[in-house]
């Protein structure tokens, strides 16, 4: 079963950056599809922003610009920065997981993201 660690949520100031880091349990990271999705209150949680295989990424129009995912195959990890908060960026992020060969799919835990003066 594979396991998550997320980190780096938090409160932050409009136009203030925070980084947001997933690290995966076992051996499949490399071969997987990682993703960001967020859900704020009310709301359908909605995809942030992807990075396939092969580095491709791919996101979401309210955030492009502002976001930028990144991952290190090394380290398990997949990475969110965020630049350029906006207070509609409130929401928990969870970190998602696809492995393309299994069809497995999985969320991490969730991290709240504030972003409140």
């Known amino acids: 079963q594979v396991q998550f660690v997320e980190s780096g949520g938090g409160l932050v100031q409009p136009g203030g950056s925070l980084r947001l880091s997933c690290v995966v349990s076992?051996?499949?990271?490399?071969?997987?599809?990682m993703a960001w999705y967020r859900q704020a209150p009310g709301k359908q949680r909605e995809l942030v922003a992807d990075i396939l295989r092969d580095f491709s990424t791919n996101y979401a129009d309210s955030v492009k610009g502002r976001f930028t995912i990144s991952r290190d195959n090394a380290k398990n990890t997949v990475y969110l920065q965020m630049n350029s908060l906006k207070p509609e960026d409130t929401a928990v992020y969870y970190c998602?997981?696809?492995?393309?060969?299994?069809?497995?799919?999985?969320w991490g835990q969730g991290t709240q993201v504030t972003v409140s003066s």
């Open positions: 076992g051996n499949i990271f490399s071969i997987s599809a």
């Open positions: 998602h997981l696809h492995n393309t060969y299994s069809g497995l799919r999985d």
